[in-house]
Each structure stands twice: as structure tokens, then as C-alpha cells.
């Protein structure tokens, strides 16, 4: 993918940056390539390769029409809570690198509904901040909404999602204990018949005595 001036980009993991130069230098006597990139969140200048820009991840930032499908994303309650911190905080970094905003939605979600049950180590704190942040930013840029408004929006997303999840792992939990109980029911009725067998049989061996 190639990238001209003024394009609105985003490089993995630092957010939004605009092209203000395509520019050549010599470097060690050899001459390449480079984007000059603006990053919009402290004006810092970036410099990509040009060679470079597709495995860098470096990309053109979400349009207009993708951006109802991130809140969907984030309210839509789907949450994988069933690894380890070790295999969640790995993919999560995959995730992250991979400059795809839908990925860093996902590490939003997972980590947004776990700090809400748990707290947070510190590399996951940070982690979870920085895709707020990516998220946030670049809605904000693409919609020109101020970042105060998109915040709202998408932690109201976050919330909506959380309780979805609250509400699967409850149904989950009510068919689970509908399974167990019949079970529970038939075992109880077999004792008592045993029980019950067993009272009965001693009282014809009584009244066998007796006669």
C-alpha cells in the first residue's frame, strides 16, 4: 500500500500520524524512502521506510462507514475470559501489533471487563489505557467529534458489552444447575426406594417370626 501527502495513517501501537513529506535520504550510502509522519497525539515526527510500510503495519485510518461497526464491536458482549494471564497478556500484544483498530477493540473489551471484577497487573493496565486511547483517537479524527464525546460513546459501548457477558455466564450458569438438579431428583428417589425396600423387607422377616 502506498501513501501520498496528507493522508490520514496509523502506525501499530503509537495511533494516528497524517503524511507531510515522502522524502529520500542516504543512509550508510544507500539511498531510500521515507514517510514523514506527523503523530497527531504529542506532534512528534516519525519517519517510516517506504520498503517498509507493509510490515510495519503502517495503514490509512478507518472510514466513515466502518466506524458504526467498532461500536458494535465493542457492545457486542462477545468476550473470551477463559485464559491464563500469561496466554491472554500474548495475544493481547499480537493483537496490538497488528494495527488492525478491530484488533485493538477486542484487547479493549477483554481487559475493559476484567478490570471491572478484578484488578489489573500493571502491564495490563497500560496495555488497556493505550487501546482506549488508539480506539478513542482515531473515531475522534475520522467522525471530527471532540475525544470528551467519543470517550462517552465508547465507554458506554464497554458497558453495554459487560453486561451482555454478565447476562450469557448467568444463563449459562441457571442451564447448568437445570441439568444437575433432575439428576440430583433421581438419585434422591432411588434412595428412598432402597430405603424404603429395605423397611419393608424387615417387616416381613418380623412377621415371619412371629407366625
Known amino acids: 500500500m502506498t501513501f501520498e501527502i496528507g493522508d490520514k495513517v496509523i502506525y501499530p501501537n503509537h495511533g494516528l500520524g497524517v503524511v507531510q513529506k515522502i522524502e529520500s535520504r542516504t543512509i550508510m550510502g544507500m539511498t531510500c524512502g521515507f514517510y514523514q509522519l506527523r503523530m497527531v497525539s504529542n506532534e512528534t515526527t516519525v519517519l517510516v521506510p517506504v520498503e517498509n510500510a507493509d510490515s510495519v503495519g503502517l495503514r490509512k485510518a478507518v472510514g466513515n462507514s466502518e466506524v458504526d461497526r467498532l461500536y458494535s464491536l465493542l457492545g457486542d458482549g462477545k468476550i473470551d475470559t477463559g485464559q491464563n494471564w500469561k496466554g491472554r497478556f500474548k495475544d493481547n500484544s499480537d493483537r496490538m ?115
Open 97 to 211: 501489533r497488528t494495527g488492525s483498530l478491530f484488533d485493538v477493540v477486542e484487547v479493549l473489551k477483554s481487559l475493559s471487563y476484567l478490570s471491572r471484577s478484578k484488578n489489573l497487573s500493571f502491564r495490563e493496565k497500560r496495555m488497556l489505557d493505550r487501546a482506549k486511547f488508539l480506539v478513542t483517537s482515531e473515531i475522534a479524527e475520522v467522525t471530527r467529534e471532540d475525544l470528551p464525546s467519543v470517550e462517552v460513546k465508547v465507554e458506554e459501548a464497554l458497558e453495554r458489552s459487560s453486561s451482555s457477558k454478565n447476562r450469557t455466564i448467568a444463563r449459562q450458569a441457571a442451564a447448568k444447575a437445570a441439568k444437575v438438579t433432575p439428576a440430583a431428583a433421581v438419585a434422591v428417589a432411588a434412595g428412598a426406594g432402597a430405603v424404603g425396600g429395605a423397611v419393608a423387607g424387615a417387616g416381613i422377616r418380623r412377621a415371619a417370626r412371629a407366625s
